[in-house]
Each structure stands twice: as C-alpha cells, then as structure tokens.
C-alpha cells in the first residue's frame, strides 16, 4: 500500500493546515505528499538557534523549498539558553508556542508535524524506562490537542510509517532533505534509545518498530475506554472552578481503584499540570484508603489533595486554604476607612455599595474584624448559637474554624466569610443597616 493511504489525515481537502517542517526526510515527506491531499497548506519552519549556520541554512532551505513548490511559509527563530537545564523540554514547548501563534494569526486551526512510527516506538520505550501508565504507554496520538494549546488541533499524519519507508519515498521521489548532525549525538536519552536500545531491540525482533506501535494503539484504546468510564461514573458530581475540584467522597470510594488512579490524574490535567509523579499518586490512594478529614497530600505541580467533610478536593495550595486571617486578629473598623488584611481590601460604610454586603448592627457599635474567640454566638435562623457548634454543622475543618474572618459587634457575630462567601447573621429589630465591601488583593 502506498503511503499516500496509508496516511492517518482526518481533515476535509480544503481545511487550512499549517505544516511543521526542519527540513529532514520524514518532513519533506510529509510535506510533499500533503501537497497531493490538501489544497491550503502553511508551511512553518523554526531556527532554534541552537546549531549556528547549521540551524539558519537549515530554515533556508525550507524556505525555498515551500516557495518552489507554490506554498506560503514562516520562518521562525527562537533564542534559547543551550546551557539552561531541560533544553529538549523548553525547545519543544517553543516550538509548539510559535506554531500557535502563527497558526492563530493565520485563523488556523489545525497543525501537522511528521512524528513517524519510530519516534512512536521511540516515545513508548521513553515513557517505560521513566515509569508511566496507560496512558504513557499509549504513546503519541494520531489527533490530539496541541500541547499547552487546547484550542488548536495536532496531526501526526505519518504515525503508523516507518523512517526507512520514509527515506526510501524521498529517494524515489527525488527529494533532497537536511541532515541534523545533532540527532548522531546520544546525549539525550531519545538518541540513545534511537542509536543504541531498538537495534538491540531489533535482533530479537527484527520487526520491533511497528510491534512497539501496535501495541501503543491498543494499550491507547483501552486508556480511551478507563476515561470514558470515569468520565460516565463522576458526571454530574465533579465541581470544577478556576484553580479547585471538587468529588463527593462517597462518589470517589464507589470508583474502582483504576478509576481513582484516574481522577488524580484526570483533575491534575484539567488544573494544567500534565505530569505527576507516580508516587504522588500512590501515596495519595494510600492516605485515601481511611480519609480522614482535613488530611492533605502534595502533588507535582503547585497542587495539593485535601479530603474535607464530605468532598475531595484537587487543588492550587494557595486555593485551598481559606481567606483567612492570623489566629487572634482584631482590627477596628470605621466608617469609610479602607482596612487593608494580607489578602483584601475592606471598606465598611453606612451607605449602600456595589457588590456590598448588608450586615445590621445598633447605630452606635463598635465594631470589628477578627477571628473567633470562646463564647462567641451566631445567630442564624431565628436561633442563637455558640459559633463553635455553627462551624460544626457546617462542616469547617478543624484546623481552618481559627482563621476564618469574622465580624463582630462585642461578642455578637454579624458575619462569618466562608469559602463561599460572607453568611449574614439575622438582624435584630433595634439594629440598623451598614454595608461591607471587600476585594480580594491576591
């Protein structure tokens, strides 16, 4: 079969495609049998200014070659530090980062790249030394969501074919290509697989290219299947705002123990941190088998697990903490006077204000913001209770019912400032209305 149809393209012949191409022979090739399929290609080529001439001569030549064959092309350059820790990761999301800009300026949508199946089988072997799942085994996909970039779309047309049936296409079809000297160098650990690991590979089983590939097809729909069933099983019960998620926990210890698994990673992905470690997860199942309210476990990423009274919580840590204040904090408010605590802006004032909240209090009280005290009551619908047991009932962690910020008028309590927001206590007939203004200053 040629490899026209046996191309993995799964757009419409007129959909705009903005084209990857270095210059070697699995771009090239890409780009000329692409020629034949599409009617409105974008060629894009990208100097990461890491190889000298080597690298501009490089862009040069793709150039002339898109032009020589009536296409439109960008040239990028990129200024990288070579000495910088993870070069190979900062290059890549470069990369992806000026395609998605040119791809946007262009009203693009969709970018192809010439990933081939040995860069398939390369990807696998890589994400088994350094320990994966399913889901890293399941390698590169042929459509998937431009990294870092949702609302672009990736093709990697050329997934299921071979570099050397690649090479042999440009030698029958007479395409000149560009040789990276750098891909000869096995100072990362994609080379040394590529140089070193599928050759010995390769004499056990002299087809262990297309069987590493194969085998990420299936491991890649079975993933498919494991998110679609957690998907169906927490539809409707995950809560999901800017930097939190939320599960009812009766939902997640109904999960099967791979579906679990899964929604650590899963809320992980949708908080934008791509990778967490496989013992944070492990870890984190553990402290889960007896959730204990208030337990908190750290992830990669700036995130934290937190079990509350009747939720799971995966979040930003900064997040998951309570607006709060300092354990014994008393501050006096006046009419007018802007109080600024460690995270907001508060303004009391008798006249309405927009997006205020009315609290009551007798014409002449003092006034004050603070945390809780012994003896503190909250009077709430139509009873009067000791704020402690209110907390209770409400279901505020322990450890977090210190810093909540309060006002209060003596030992009366106005308002208590929730996760959620302010709850008003019940006026009293004598009492009079003010009007409470706080911004958030973090």
């Known amino acids: 079969m040629s490899l026209a149809r046996r191309l993995l393209l799964t757009v419409a012949p007129e959909t705009p495609l903005i084209v990857a191409v270095s210059g070697g022979a699995d771009s090239i090739a890409l780009l ?4 034949s399929r599409l009617t409105q290609l974008h060629v894009v080529t990208i100097d990461h200014g890491l190889r000298g001439s080597a690298g501009t ?11 020589a064959w009536g296409l439109t092309v960008t ?14 990761t900062r290059a890549r999301h470069a990369r992806y980062a000026f395609l998605a800009t040119t791809a946007r300026s262009h009203g693009i949508t969709h970018i192809a790249t010439a990933h081939h199946a040995n860069d398939q ?11 994966t799942g399913l889901h890293g085994l399941g390698g590169m996909k042929p459509r998937a969501p431009l990294p870092h970039h949702p609302d672009l779309t990736l093709l990697r047309p050329l997934l299921q074919i071979t570099r050397t049936e690649i090479e042999a296409y440009c030698a029958e079809h007479h395409l000149p290509y560009r040789h990276d000297e750098t891909n000869d160098q096995t100072h990362t650990l994609r080379n040394r697989i ?13 087809r262990i290219v297309p069987t590493l590939v194969r085998t990420a097809e299936v491991i890649a729909l079975e993933d498919a299947w494991i998110e679609s069933s957690l998907q169906q099983a927490i539809s409707g019960q995950v809560k999901h705002a800017a930097d939190v998620i939320d599960l009812p926990l009766t939902t997640y210890a109904g999960l099967h123990p791979v579906l679990q698994r899964r929604f650590i990673l899963w809320a992980a992905q949708q908080l934008g941190v791509i990778t967490i470690d496989h013992a944070d997860v492990t870890r984190a199942l553990t402290q ?17 697990l937190r079990v509350n009274y009747d939720t799971l919580s995966i979040g930003r840590k900064v997040s998951m903490t309570v607006i709060g204040l300092p354990k014994h904090t008393e501050i006096p408010l006046q009419i007018g006077q802007n109080v600024v605590t460690t995270r907001e802006s508060l303004v009391l004032s008798r006249d309405p204000m927009p997006e205020g909240v009315r609290i009551t209090a007798p014409i002449d009280a003092v006034i004050t913001l603070r945390t809780r005290r012994s003896g503190d009551h909250f009077y709430w619908h139509r009873h009067q209770r000791k704020l402690t047991d209110w907390m209770i009932d409400h279901k505020i962690e322990r450890e977090l019912r210190d810093q909540l910020p309060v006002i209060a008028v003596g030992k ?18 004598d009492e009079v209305d003010w009007y409470l203004f706080m911004s958030s200053l973090r």
């Open 32 to 35: 000329h049998l692409l020629r």
């Open 57 to 67: 001569e490089d862009a040069e030549f793709v150039r002339v070659t898109a032009e």
């Open 75 to 88: 040239v990028g350059s990129l200024h990288l530090d070579p000495h910088a820790p993870r070069l190979e």
């Open 121 to 131: 089988a390369e990807t696998v072997l890589m994400h088994l030394i350094r320990g």
């Open 194 to 206: 590529r140089l070193a690991l599928l050759p010995q590979l390769a004499e056990l089983n002299v």
């Open 288 to 304: 889960l088998e007896r959730p204990k309210v208030g337990k908190t476990v750290l992830l990669a990423g700036g995130l934290q």
């Open 412 to 429: 009366a309590i106005k308002a208590v400032l929730l996760p959620s927001g302010w709850v008003i206590a019940d006026p009293i007939d």
